[in-house]
């Protein structure tokens, strides 16, 4: 490959990857997503914006697997198994957490009236971990400069969420900030384990155990290469 048409890959990688963060910060533009939730609808909003992050995520990943590949360590069987392990986990938490009733953070439903759902009880930003935990899972069996570089940023978008959730909802619930901040934590379990709430099962939780178990059972039998050209199981063999 010449180094012309390298160039014109990673460019069209770092436009993919800065539109990206471009949309990710719309969240933290009180003014604009203000004026585009009052159009639109809060719950239109998050669909829509769900939509563009997926859109533009895709584009992301597509421009990287067409990137030039400078290898910075050399695959083994373990760090597949990390990603095999944890995605599942990821997948999980994101579906709960866009399905359940959450004033505190990113989902589909704003609880209202108060109304949480049983995985706010775990953490309070269960979509955001899930993401964080997606995007560091699949670090150690992509050992490449595009890869690393896909990851991390989308790890730290992920956590920055933890920061702009709780700045939106306390300004959200005002007075009553403190007391849902108490019953929930944003270290999963961290607000059980000092007995602020107990856990529980509610039909969100189930659903999105199912929809996981689904969408890892389709990715590992064949799904993830047709999306992403690369079988997990085959790489936890090396």
Do not use: C
């Not at 619930?173 to 709430?197: D, H, K, V």
């Amino acid at each position: 490959m010449s180094w012309v048409a390298k160039f014109s890959l990673m460019s069209h990688f770092a436009l993919a990857v800065a539109v990206f963060i471009l949309t990710h910060f719309i969240p933290a533009l009180p003014s604009l997503r203000g004026r585009l939730i009052a159009r639109l609808g809060k719950s239109n909003y998050i669909a829509l914006y769900s939509l563009v992050s997926i859109v533009t995520l895709v584009w992301v990943i597509g421009a990287a697997l067409h990137a030039p590949v400078v290898l910075l360590w050399e695959p083994a069987g373990w760090q597949a198994w990390v990603t095999v392990i944890v995605s599942p986990v990821a997948l999980f938490l994101i579906v709960a957490g866009l399905i359940s009733a959450n004033p505190l953070s990113l989902g589909l439903f704003p609880g209202e009236g108060g109304d949480k759902g049983a995985i706010v009880l775990v953490t309070r930003h269960p979509v955001f971990w899930g993401a964080l935990l997606w995007a560091l899972s699949h670090i150690p069996p992509n050992g490449d400069v595009r890869s690393l570089l896909l990851f991390s940023i989308l790890a730290l978008l992920a956590a920055s969420g933890f920061w702009l959730g709780d700045r939106r909802a306390r300004k959200r619930l005002g007075p009553q900030w403190p007391a849902f901040a108490r019953e929930t934590s944003i270290i999963p379990f961290a607000a059980t384990l000092a007995g602020y709430n107990r856990l529980r099962i509610d039909v969100p939780m189930v659903l999105a155990f199912g929809a996981a178990g689904v969408l890892t059972w389709w990715l590992l039998a064949g799904g993830h290469g047709v999306l992403f050209g690369a079988d997990p199981l085959a790489a936890t063999l090396y």
